[in-house]
């Protein structure tokens, strides 16, 4: 059970274009999806917070207006990058959480995004 | 400032046991997690400690002591498919995930 199911699993794009990822519980309702970042050989790096229904929490130094962030229902969320540049290149991940307390976070397998 | 300090990098023999440490200071402590990063791959759960004392899951336990801000992974009988970043991740009391940096840890035969 607690399947995040994440597409793309990779992309590549021209510099200027916009790419939309999805993200998606299968079987358990998501009320928070989190999207990560990732370079080569560093940590996760938390983007954005997003919860249904409402406007997602960006952290400090994340373009609220380049990646946009939509969590219309308890199943999806949508990260799009828009007019993206080369060094917006990376891996992004989603994440969703049921609730709190020991539940983890279930992980998408990941976008590589590479723009040209 | 929130931080949580693993190390950056570990080798161990097939076979052998590792124990990966992980250090934390948060704005309070509401679990913490262990998840297991491939390259190029998204992370998987491996344990969540809340209280203190040890977890075993197969050939892998986790140690929690909050008084001492402290956490290890305990990876028994080694295989080569363990080659992974471990990640260390810590929930704070707004239930934020604080991640590590992440430990790379790399088997020989």
């Known amino acids: 059970g607690a399947v995040v199911s994440q597409h793309p699993s990779w992309v590549i794009c021209k510099s200027g274009t916009s790419v939309k990822i999805e993200c998606r519980s299968l079987d358990f309702q998501a009320t928070t999806m989190f999207w990560y970042r990732q370079f080569p050989k560093q940590s996760l790096m938390l983007m954005a917070t997003?919860?249904?229904?409402?406007?997602?929490?960006?952290e400090q130094g994340v373009e609220k207006d380049k990646f946009l962030i939509n969590h219309a229902s308890l199943t999806l969320s949508t990260l799009t990058v828009t007019s993206a540049h080369p060094e917006d290149s990376s891996f992004y991940i989603c994440?969703?959480?049921?609730?709190?307390?020991?539940?983890?976070?279930?992980f998408g397998n990941g976008t590589r995004l590479t723009v040209t | 400032g929130q931080n949580i300090d693993q190390p950056t990098e570990m080798t161990a023999t097939e076979g052998a046991i590792v124990q990966i440490n992980c250090t934390y200071q948060?704005?309070?402590?509401?679990?913490l997690f262990w998840y297991q990063q491939h390259a190029g791959e998204a992370p998987t759960f491996l344990s969540y400690n809340v209280l203190d004392g040890l977890e075993e899951k197969g050939r892998f336990s986790s140690f929690l002591s909050r008084s001492k801000g402290y956490s290890y992974l305990l990876l028994k009988e080694l295989q080569m498919k363990d080659s992974a970043s471990y990640l260390c991740a810590v929930r704070d009391s707004n239930y934020q995930l604080i991640w590590g940096a992440g430990t790379k840890l790399i088997i020989k035969p």
């Open positions: 994440s969703a959480g049921s609730g709190t307390g020991a539940s983890p976070l279930h």
């Open positions: 997003s919860n249904e229904g409402s406007k997602a929490t960006y």
């Open positions: 948060t704005s309070g402590f509401n679990g």
